[in-house]
């Protein structure tokens, strides 16, 4: 039996149980950022860097532990004749399948074989993704790369809504830098997401990680500002890409006229953020990415793939 664990948002006191499970059972793991353990150097040998990978593994079945995953693979699980088994402190699923347990429950298992074939071809894609995003420096992506080297270490980061979430996940650092990922998710997560970073915040080192249209919708949060501890500070980086662009990534909407869909869906704008920080008296970095540098890395990854 070839099984995969993957790993959604945990709380902090489930990650050394969790970390000692997946090291005794040997199995490939994926490791979402929420769950604190994607940048373990102790489960490295077990983790596995690209999510494209996963569809490529041969698994039958899938051991999920936390909270509900973001990631394409697991909303395919509710179609694929794949057995899935929740561990969770939530009260349900999150899938039309599969039996909920408590983390607690954490079965005993034998170690898996390893398959080194599939490690080396997923650390060999991953090496050949660093080099598109190399060759694409103006691109969302390589931007968002970046962006996650140069945040000081220990930083509390806030992550909202779909799109940066998935990018993180896909380019961020992997070094152990002892971040704290946050995020806001859901059918309506668009909503409501500066007020609860503000919410979150606490102590000097604060990050708030959005795209365009989620400032958008929660542009008067910055009210409660003065407010905050006195303690708290914090930096706002606004992806600031003209729409919401992960609607170009859904391929049910690629049958649409473009133009229609960047009316309907995508929200396209040409608006900047630096008169409405001033208005609240707020420092903002505001990262700006070359469309077309995007489209060809997005471009190019696709191709590493096909």
């Not at 707020?282 to 995007?294: Q, V």
């Amino acid at each position: 039996m070839s099984e995969l664990i993957l790993i959604g948002g945990l709380a902090e006191r489930h990650r050394h149980p969790v970390r000692d499970f997946c090291l005794r059972s040997n199995r490939p793991v994926y490791a979402e950022p929420l769950s604190g353990l994607r940048e373990d150097k102790q489960l490295e040998h077990l983790l596995v860097h690209n999510e494209r990978m996963l569809a490529r593994g041969g698994f039958d079945g899938v051991i999920r532990i936390g909270n509900v995953p973001t990631l394409r693979f697991w909303r395919d699980l509710d179609t694929a004749n794949i057995r899935v088994t929740h561990y969770t402190d939530l009260p349900f699923a999150g899938l039309t399948r599969g039996e909920v347990l408590p983390i607690e429950n954490l079965p005993s298992v034998e170690p898996g074989a390893r398959d080194e074939k599939f490690f080396a071809f997923d650390r060999q894609k991953a090496a050949e993704f660093a080099r598109i995003l190399d060759g694409e420096p103006r691109s969302e992506l390589s931007m968002m790369r970046a962006l996650s080297h140069q945040i000081p270490a220990n930083a509390r980061i806030y992550l909202g809504n779909s799109l940066p979430i998935r990018e993180w996940d896909l380019v961020a650092s992997r070094d152990p830098r002892g971040f704290t990922i946050e995020a806001n998710r859901g059918a309506n997560g668009i909503d409501g997401q500066l007020s609860t970073f503000f919410g979150w915040c606490q102590g000097a080192n604060n990050w708030c990680i959005v795209g365009d249209l989620t400032v958008i919708y929660d542009s008067n949060a910055p009210w409660i500002v003065p407010q905050l501890e006195r303690d708290v500070r914090f930096r706002m980086v606004i992806i600031n890409n003209g729409g919401g662009r992960i609607f170009e990534r859904v391929a049910s909407l690629r049958r649409m006229e473009p133009a229609a869909r960047e009316r309907l869906i995508e929200n396209r704008h040409g608006l900047k953020f630096d008169s409405w920080a001033k208005m609240w008296g707020m420092e903002i970095i505001e990262l700006i990415p070359d469309a077309d540098a995007s489209r060809r890395a997005w471009e190019k990854y696709d191709a590493l793939w096909a």
